[in-house]
């Protein structure tokens, strides 16, 4: 499957007082990515929800590696770096879409969650269309971090 970097333009109201893009608007940016993902792999994360299932977040991790500025575009390249039937690993790189310059590299993990049970839920059972999409990703081996390979 041939997926395609997120587009983000950079605001002006996401400066901090340093002018530059403050830290934790690429936390934003990451969830905005991952449902134009799932937008691209074609199972919008609404679709996901109205069933009753959803994506709780467990932890984040990220390194900030260069900054950004208001105006810059920056692409957000997203995989699935580890993936089991009730959990699953974001990996998510941020380039300035002008330079290349790497700018950003961050994890996000989420445990699959019932919200009508309340409660972790095997997404292999509860959505397998979405878990076999998730699965032939995750084996095409796509890490988008320089450090996972």
């Known amino acids: 499957m041939d997926l395609k970097p997120y587009i983000r333009k950079t605001h002006y ?18 969830e905005e990515a991952r449902v134009d993902f799932m937008e691209q792999i074609g199972y919008s994360y609404e679709r996901a929800v109205s069933t009753g299932i959803d994506f709780a977040l467990l932890g984040i991790s990220c390194e900030y590696k260069s900054m950004a500025r208001f105006g810059d575009t920056i692409n957000i390249q997203v995989s699935i770096s580890d993936l089991s039937v009730t959990k699953m690993t974001v990996q998510y790189q941020m380039t300035d879409a002008v330079t290349g310059k790497l700018r950003f590299i961050g994890e996000s993990t989420h445990c699959y969650f019932d919200s009508n049970r309340k409660r972790p839920v095997s997404l292999k059972k509860a959505l397998p269309e979405l878990y076999d999409l998730f699965s032939s990703l995750y084996a095409s081996g796509q890490d988008v971090l320089p450090e996972a390979k």
């Open 13 to 30: 109201y996401e400066t901090d007082q340093m002018g530059i893009i403050h830290h934790a608007n690429y936390i934003h940016w990451m």
